[in-house]
């Protein structure tokens, strides 16, 4: 079985002339990544890779996300996750290093909402019920893959264990 944590950056700042793509973190956003990954730390979540889009509000939360992993994650930068559809965010997924067991992908909304109800319709039900009515930025949903592979990762194949957002954490 396969673990997938999709980790949404965390809170990004407007700064005037900027376009998307370059908007860094806000003060917010700086200090809810490493809350997040204190978490995925403590959970016994640590992944042992990660696909992060090429965005920088998401460099910058991998920046502060991997060092309270404790280093030593590899990592990947895929630019497509930036504004991708579910489907293109699945074939990341799929794409995966098969030797890696827990998946960490960041990236963004309204693709990781999505791809995390395509991917995992059932599970923790109040976890289901936070995550469909808002996926805020620094949200993490913990999915268990039904698969060997990812490579076999199919809609349907997870299922939700856990939806996290700095908000709930203590």
């Known amino acids: 079985m ?24 806000s003060e ?11 978490y995925i730390a403590a959970a016994g979540l640590r992944p042992d890779f990660a696909l992060v889009s090429s965005a920088r509000r998401t460099q910058e939360t991998w920046a502060l996300v991997a060092p309270a992993l404790g280093g030593g994650c590899p990592s990947r930068t895929v630019p497509w996750i930036y504004e991708a559809e579910p489907e293109a965010i699945l074939k ?11 998946l960490l992908v960041i990236g963004h909304n309204p693709g990781f909402e999505n791809v995390a109800a395509l991917l995992a319709p059932h599970g923790d ?9 808002k996926y805020p930025t620094a949200g993490l949903a913990v999915i268990a893959i039904d698969r060997q592979r990812w490579t076999d ?3 349907g194949s997870g299922r939700l264990e856990t939806f996290v957002t700095p908000k709930t954490l203590p």
């Open 2 to 25: 396969k673990r997938l944590l999709l980790l949404r950056h965390a809170k990004s700042a407007w700064p005037d002339g900027v376009e998307d793509h370059d908007r860094p973190l």
């Open 28 to 38: 917010r956003g700086r200090r809810d990544a490493p809350r997040m990954a204190a």
């Open 92 to 102: 990341a997924i799929q794409d995966a290093p098969e030797e890696s067991e827990t």
């Open 125 to 133: 039900h109040e976890a289901l019920a936070r995550m469909k009515t």
């Open 153 to 155: 990762v199919a809609p």
